[in-house]
């Protein structure tokens, strides 16, 4: 009877556990189900995502960073994304990247609230990922490496951990060069404490630095071998002065959400920090690298990776400060609002889905409906060339007409501010204008095209250019 007695919470115990699992992959399934409708169903049309695959397609063709391709950013993401396209060059294929990098994002969320707060807790920071997550780019590669970070921060350190650490803190770096260069301080600071605390010395930072070394050695390996280490300098670093003195600004999701952040890192501070010393700190320091990502442009595509993270202990507050009778009805009450919310978002976009026939790197994309006109200019500008004239737009849309033309055309399919290091834009346009059998394309509403596009430039052309050609709203001139 006690053999019984005692086997019986056992057997019930892997029940649960059992239960437990496929509940687990259930959600799983249904999360990559949201992340691949999320993606795949977006109309084509955003320009941050068509830059970023334009560049990714512009390396497979055989452009490289700084030394083609001026780049104001740090290349990591642009050479993993294009690794697939070297087979196959669409957009779909960048969407399928979009898609593993969304979900992987999301998934480590998930896994990492489960683990501290338990399922519910974790399903709905997973939905709450995916419900706000924009367009991918550099920042969700970084804040991939800092979820890793965060994981492998909390394992007891051995030799082994202490170098993958150094190699993500590297990557970071090569994401996004300044919150990265933030993330790589804050994790020194949090390794020479847990060190301290553990008993370890300084020895535990030689193989820290090893992994963060080898990963740097590779990229200046790259830089040297491309010619192309005082490009980088002055595209990466130096440029930035007057890169930053335009990307300012912040939108009404931006600032709520840094607001939420800080005041859930003061309440992780004042609640947790005594409880769990060093997860606290390992917490708290790459939350503050995080939210540099919102720095200078508080906007929700650059805050929103705060309150991610916020996320974290916010879920541990609130299960340890609820009465259990509510856990179940909060937790499912904002499961089913996540649900309906992503729904509501998800649903709209089934209607009207249209292809473009015309362009076979958009295969299977669905369209806006606008594209028509890039077609048009394509085929006036072919005309031109082959009456034996260079053809040069710039327009912030320039990378969408060479996309449908199948070029690639540096530096002017990334003609913004700030992407060309310390070298002013007006110069660029001049030197275009000094040559001979130039045509020059450029929309008559440059100005209100896009904030983003050089200043100058429009004025420029039309007080030393003639106008000779038009196609709805873009004007074709010739120097002189």
């Known amino acids: 009877q006690e053999a019984k007695r005692r086997s019986k919470p056992i057997c019930m115990s892997v029940g649960n556990v059992k239960t437990g699992k496929r509940i687990t992959k259930a959600f799983i399934a249904f999360l990559l189900a949201v992340v691949i409708l999320k993606t795949f169903l977006f109309r084509f049309g955003n320009l941050d995502e068509i830059w970023h695959y334009n560049l990714c397609r512009g390396i497979t063709l055989g452009n490289l960073p700084y030394r083609d391709i001026s780049l104001v950013c740090v290349p990591l993401y642009y050479f993993v994304f294009a690794l697939p396209m070297f087979i196959v060059r669409k957009f779909i294929v960048y969407r399928a990247m979009e898609v593993c990098l969304i979900f992987s994002c999301a998934l480590i969320l998930f896994f990492i609230v489960k683990a501290e707060s338990g399922f519910g807790y974790a399903a709905v920071t997973a939905l709450v990922s995916c419900l706000f997550t924009d367009i991918t780019s550099y920042n969700n590669l970084l804040f991939l490496f800092v979820l890793l970070l965060y994981l492998i921060n909390k394992r007891e350190p051995t030799v082994r951990r202490n170098v993958w650490l150094g190699i993500l803190a590297a990557l970071a770096i090569w994401s996004r060069q300044t919150s990265g260069f933030i993330v790589f301080l804050a994790e020194c600071i949090y390794l020479g404490i847990d060190f301290r605390r553990r008993k370890v010395g300084i020895k535990g930072f030689i193989p820290y630095f090893g992994g963060f070394i080898g990963v740097n050695m590779v990229f200046l390996i790259y830089l040297i071998s491309t010619s192309t280490f005082f490009a980088f300098w002055d595209y990466c670093f130096f440029g930035l002065a007057g890169y930053s003195n335009v990307l300012d600004g ?128 394509r085929d006036k500008n072919r005309a031109y060339k082959e009456q034996g004239y260079d053809v040069v737009v710039f327009s912030s849309c320039s990378a969408i007409i060479s996309i449908y033309d199948g070029s690639f055309n540096p530096p002017f399919d990334l003609f913004l501010v700030g992407s060309f290091g310390t070298t002013d834009p007006v110069d660029i346009v001049r030197d275009v204008c000094s040559k001979d059998n130039m045509v020059i394309v450029i929309p008559d509403d440059y100005v209100e095209e896009n904030w983003m596009n050089p200043g100058g430039v429009y004025e420029y052309i039309v007080e030393n250019c003639t106008p000779i050609d038009r196609v709805g709203r873009f004007v074709y001139y010739i120097p002189g």
């Open 250 to 377: 912040f939108d009404i999701w931006g600032i709520p959400m840094v607001i939420i952040a800080v005041l859930v890192l003061a309440a992780e501070f004042i609640l947790l920090l005594k409880k769990d010393f060093l997860r606290t700190l390992n917490h708290i320091l790459l939350t503050l690298a995080v939210l540099t990502i919102a720095i200078p442009t508080a906007d929700m595509t650059h805050a929103v990776f705060a309150l991610f993270m916020a996320l974290i202990p916010l879920m541990a507050i609130i299960k340890s400060n609820i009465r259990d009778s509510l856990k179940p009805i909060l937790g499912w009450g904002a499961f089913a609002v996540l649900v309906i919310t992503i729904a509501r978002g998800l649903i709209p976009l089934f209607s009207g889905i249209t292809f473009d026939e015309q362009c076979k790197e958009l295969d299977l994309i669905p369209m806006s409906g606008v594209e028509s006109s890039f077609v048009l200019v």
